[in-house]
């Protein structure tokens, strides 16, 4: 969609869809200020010179634009010199039901799409030993005949069925409990047959990693298969969740990978409640490339901006600020307008906290520290998981506090915990 100059048009310019095309990127992608810039320049260097399959972690909180810097990355590396692959974990399977049989399955079927797409000429034996391995763990689920199964796997039939059938999941995850080496294997004949007929080399993206509902699956599918997530002979990237880097257990891990880059927020505030007029100035950017920034009242756009600081969730602020502005007949946003689309944010993020969440709140807030003594300590990482509080870094290191949105809710919170 190209700018908008009618709040009606604006509307969609709005999506919180990552940005992904060439043409997006040349209308709405804005560079991110110097202190906070990304890092994907750097691994784009990385990949570039990389002789081995490696292995990157690429951390961020949600919604912080990880989805987006990463297909700015694939759509700058060169289609002469990379099969680029990506995939989304949100997509292709079901997050609120996650195992690493799940990802390397999917991830074969990838792999094996990608030969299909670039018409590669595979040698039969590879492409059959993996389509009879699919067969072998498939079809109790499929009820289909052996021979039907040759001249291509139908990966969208399959990848819904593993996404949507707990039946489907529960089969092929008893089938691999003891043959996953065997497929990591197929999968790996696979990308060096295609990498070798090709002259290419393949780079997968596993997106929204981050957006595992529970800690426990995202700590059990990095620190318990770090060793079989280093296997697959191609390059890859995993998002990672940012929560797990408070665990002890993430230096000791990311040595393993090649490098972790990280994402980072971008603060309209400093640690001590200064204005950065610089990321202010962003986040105005983001505005004025997709409206005209007379669609909005400035002490609007300020006050949107202020009560956010996390892309993500101020695009989703300006959305709902659009349809309520329309809604009461307004040509234009007013301050009115963004109020109440932050009341409703807000509500969002305060029903779900309790007396030892906000407790929790108050002492960041108070210490701009999300670390904490206690290794298993589950609280903070849900805060941090929900951007309830969110983590920054500047030149002094990093600091935390509370998400700008629940700001006005501090002193009423300390008086409700002095009642209670």
């Not at 007379?294 to 202020?306: G, H, N, P, V």
Request: glycine letters at 4%; one cysteine or more; hydrophobic letters at 40%.
């Amino acid at each position: 969609m190209p700018k908008a100059y009618r709040l009606e048009d604006a509307y969609n310019n709005f999506s919180s869809e990552p940005i992904s095309t060439p043409d997006e990127f040349r209308e709405f992608y804005v560079e991110r200020p110097k202190g906070v810039k990304s890092p994907i320049s750097t691994l784009k260097v990385s990949i570039m010179h990389a002789r081995k399959p490696e292995k990157f972690l690429f951390l961020g909180f949600r919604g912080s634009g990880k989805s987006t810097e990463i297909n700015r990355l694939l759509n700058e590396l060169g289609d002469e010199i990379f099969i680029k692959i990506k995939f989304s974990i949100k997509d292709s399977l079901d997050i609120s039901d996650f195992d690493y049989r799940d990802f390397f399955i999917s991830l074969g079927l990838h792999i094996y799409n990608a030969a299909q797409n670039q018409k590669v000429k595979v040698k039969n034996d590879f492409l059959e030993d993996f389509e009879k391995f699919l067969y072998d763990v498939t079809h109790e689920v499929e009820k289909i005949e052996k021979e039907e199964i040759k001249g291509g796997i139908d990966i969208k039939v399959l990848s819904a069925k593993l996404g949507s059938e707990t039946a489907t999941r529960e089969i092929i995850r008893r089938k691999l409990a003891t043959r996953i080496g065997d497929l990591i294997e197929k999968i790996n004949n696979l990308i060096g047959e295609i990498e070798r007929k090709t002259g290419k080399r393949i780079i997968v993206a596993v997106d929204d990693l981050d957006k595992l509902t529970r800690g426990e699956q995202s700590e059990k599918f990095f620190y318990t298969n770090t060793g079989l997530l280093l296997q697959p002979e191609c390059l890859v990237i995993y998002t990672f969740p940012i929560p797990l880097a408070f665990n002890p257990k993430f230096a000791n891990v990311t040595g393993n990978f090649s490098d972790t880059f990280i994402l980072p927020q971008v603060p309209v505030k400093d640690r001590y409640g200064k204005e950065i007029e610089e990321n202010i100035d962003f986040y105005r950017k983001i505005v004025a490339r997709r409206m005209d920034l007379s669609l909005i009242d400035e002490s609007a756009l300020k006050e949107a901006i202020l009560s956010t600081g996390k892309i993500r969730e101020f695009i989703i602020l300006l959305r709902s600020s659009i349809a309520i502005a329309l809604a009461n007949g307004n040509g234009k946003i007013t301050k009115n307008d963004v109020i109440e689309a932050i009341e409703k944010l807000r509500r969002n993020f305060d029903r779900e906290l309790d007396r030892v969440h906000i407790k929790r709140l108050i002492e960041i807030h108070e210490t701009k520290d999300a670390r904490s003594a206690n290794p298993d300590d589950q609280i903070t990482r849900e805060l941090l998981f929900s951007l309830s509080a969110v983590e920054y870094e500047d030149e002094k290191g990093r600091w935390a506090d509370v998400n700008p949105l629940l700001h006005p809710l501090i002193e009423q919170w300390k008086k409700s915990l002095t009642k209670g």
